[in-house]
C-alpha cells in the first residue's frame, strides 16, 4: 500500500499524531511560524531543547523531543535545512526524505508536518509544499518485490499530514503537494522498473506497461514488433536485437493535451533491458547493472504517465526502442553494416555501443512528427561518468535555448546537467571507410562522439537536446533522498523541463 500525502488546514499545536515534523535553518535563534506555536504550547521545553544545542539545525540533522502531554502529539522532530544561505529547495528534499526515514525506522505510521506559511529557502509556498511531499516519497522508496519476508517485517508509513493554518496555504499546499506526489510517484516508477531484473522486465513487459499507462489515461499506444519494425526499414535497432531471443518492441506513446494541430514535443529513451556488450562482451564485474539499461526508456514511460495526470497543456510522444543486447549466434558482429530507418549506413566496430544504435532509429521515427522538440534519454556512455562523475547528467544538442532551459530546471530541481561541445571536429572522429559512420569515435570523448552519432538522425531544423544519464542512474550509497542502486534521476527533470516548455514554449 503506497503512503498517501494529505493536506488539511489546522492548528500544529492542536493536531493528534504520532509526530510534527518541523523543518529549521542552521543557528536560527528566532522562534517564529510553528515553532513558536509549538514553543508556547510546550511552555517553553521547544525553546530549551533548541538553545541546549542538541539540535543546531545542520542539513538532514534530526532531533526528537518527546511530549509528556503538554500536546496532543507524543513527539515533536526537528530537522535542519542547514546554513539559509545557500539553502535552497532541494535542501528540503533532502531534509524531507531523511526524517521521513527516521520515521519509519521509528516504526510510526504516520506523521505530520507544517507547512511554512512563507515558504523556505525563498520559494513560494506551492514550491515548498511540493519539495516536501517529494522529499518524503522518494525518501521513503523501498524495492522489496523479492524478499517477502522482509517486506512483512517492515512497517510502512501510510500517511503524511501536510498541515496548513489559513486557507491561503491551504490552497497553495495542496496544489504543491499534489503535483511532487505525482512526480515522485513516477521517480518510483523508474526505480522499480529497473530493479525488476531481466528474465522479469523484458521488452514485452514494458511494451505491457506502456499498455497499462495508456489505457488508464486515454493516451495512444503503438507497438511495432520485429516484423513491423523490418518493414518499416529498422535496420539499426534490429541489428541489436537480433542475438537475443527475447522479442524486441518499439514503442510508441501519444498524449494529447493540446490542440491536434499543435507540434508534439517528442521523447525517446534507450530501453536495452540487458546489455551483455552483445560480441563485444563486458567484464563480468558489474554486469548484473546492466538490467538498468532501460532507464531511459523507463523515464519515457512513466514521464508520459505523470504529464497525463498533471493534464499539462501539451502534445508529446514518448518513443521507446526495447530490445536485449545478446551474444547470439545471430548477433551482429564488429564490422558489419547495418541501414537505419534513416537510410544511412552504420558500420558497428563495437556491438557494447549498441544505446545510440537504437536510438539512432528512435530519433528517425521521431522526425516523422515534425516535433517541435526532441529530448531524448539513455544510459549511453560509460564516459560521461568520467567526465562528470555520478552529480551531473550530460547534456549536449543542436539548440543552446533549450540546453539552458534543461541546464536552469535541473539546478532547480536538484538533478542538475552540464553541457558538453558538440563541435564539427568531434563529427569527423566517426566518420567511417566503408558506410556513412561508424558506432564509435576512439578513447576521446566518448560521451561527446556518441551525441555527434545520434546528431546524424535528427534534422537541424527541429530543437534536440541529449541528455545522457550513465553516471546518475546508479547509486553506489544511499543518500537522503536517492537510494543505492537505480536512482531514478532523470524523470525528475523531463517532467519538470516540460512543465516548464508548457508554460513558456520555445
Given amino acids: 500500500m503506497p503512503t498517501t500525502i494529505k493536506v488539511k488546514k489546522g492548528h500544529i499545536e492542536e493536531e493528534r499524531t504520532e509526530a510534527i515534523v518541523v523543518a529549521r535553518y542552521q543557528d536560527d535563534v528566532k522562534l517564529d511560524g510553528a515553532v513558536a506555536h509549538l514553543n508556547r504550547a510546550t511552555r517553553g521545553r521547544l525553546r530549551t531543547h533548541i538553545r541546549s544545542g542538541e539540535f543546531q539545525g545542520k542539513l538532514n540533522q534530526v532531533s526528537i523531543l518527546h511530549l509528556n502531554g503538554e500536546l496532543p502529539a507524543k513527539r515533536i522532530v526537528l530537522v535542519g535545512l542547514g546554513k539559509k544561505p545557500p539553502a535552497r529547495l532541494d535542501s528540503i528534499r533532502q531534509a524531507m526524505g531523511t526524517v521521513s526515514k527516521a520515521m519509519r525506522s521509528l516504526e510510526l505510521p504516520s506523521f505530520t508536518l507544517a507547512i511554512p506559511e512563507r515558504g523556505i529557502a525563498g520559494a513560494t509556498v506551492e514550491a515548498t509544499s511540493q519539495a516536501m511531499a517529494e522529499g518524503c516519497l522518494l525518501g521513503l522508496y523501498q524495492f522489496l518485490h523479492y524478499q517477502p519476508s522482509r517486506a512483512k517485517e517492515t512497517k510502512p508509513v501510510r500517511t503524511i499530514t501536510l498541515l496548513a493554518r489559513d486557507e491561503q496555504t491551504l490552497k497553495m499546499g495542496r496544489a504543491g503537494a499534489q503535483r511532487g506526489q505525482v512526480i515522485a510517484e513516477a521517480a518510483n516508477s523508474v526505480r522499480d522498473l529497473c530493479n525488476h531484473p531481466s528474465n522479469v522486465l523484458t521488452p514485452t513487459t514494458l511494451a505491457a506497461e506502456a499498455k497499462t499507462i495508456a489505457k488508464a489515461r486515454g493516451i495512444r499506444c503503438t507497438v511495432l514488433d520485429r516484423a513491423k519494425a523490418k518493414k518499416l526499414g529498422m535496420g539499426a535497432f534490429l541489428g541489436v536485437a537480433q542475438g537475443s531471443h527475447e522479442p524486441p518492441k518499439f514503442i510508441v506513446l501519444e498524449y494529447s493535451g493540446a490542440p491536434k494541430k499543435t507540434r508534439p514535443i517528442v521523447l525517446v529513451g534507450k530501453a536495452v533491458t540487458f546489455d551483455t556488450g552483445g560480441i563485444s562482451i563486458k567484464p563480468s564485474e558489474n554486469m548484473e547493472r546492466m538490467k538498468a539499461d532501460m532507464t531511459g526508456g523507463a523515464i519515457v514511460l512513466q514521464t508520459i504517465r505523470a504529464i497525463a495526470n498533471l493534464k499539462l497543456p501539451l502534445n508529446v510522444v514518448g518513443i521507446v526502442p526495447s530490445t536485449e543486447n545478446m551474444p547470439g549466434g545471430l548477433a551482429t558482429k564488429p564490422g558489419d553494416i547495418l541501414t537505419s530507418l ?165
Avoid at 521515427?365 to 549511453?380: E, F, G, S
Avoid at 537522503?480 to 523531463?494: A, D, E, F, H, W
Fill in 342 to 506: 534513416s537510410g544511412k549506413t552504420i558500420e558497428v566496430l563495437n556491438t557494447d555501443a549498441e544505446g545510440r544504435l537504437i536510438l539512432a532509429d528512435g530519433l528517425a521515427y521521431a522526425m516523422r512528427y515534425k516535433p517541435a522538440a526532441v529530448i531524448d534519454i539513455a544510459t549511453l556512455t560509460g564516459a560521461v561518468f568520467v567526465a562528470l562523475g555520478s552529480h551531473a547528467i550530460g547534456v549536449l544538442g543542436n539548440h543552446d535555448a533549450l540546453i539552458n532551459r534543461v541546464k536552469k530546471v535541473g539546478e532547480s530541481i536538484g538533478e542538475r546537467a552540464w553541457q558538453l561541445p558538440l563541435w564539427d571536429e568531434y563529427k569527423e572522429q566517426i566518420k567511417s571507410d566503408v558506410a556513412d559512420i561508424r558506432n564509435i569515435g576512439g578513447r576521446g570523448g566518448g560521451t561527446i562522439t556518441a551525441a555527434a552519432f545520434l546528431s546524424h538522425f535528427v534534422d537541424d531544423d527541429y530543437p534536440w537536446v541529449h541528455l545522457d544519464i550513465a553516471g546518475t542512474d546508479w547509486g553506489e550509497s544511499a543518500r537522503p533522498y536517492i537510494p543505492k542502486g537505480p536512482t531514478g534521476i532523470g524523470s525528475r527533470l523531463v517532467i519538470e523541463l516540460l512543465r516548464d516548455l508548457a508554460s513558456n514554449p520555445l
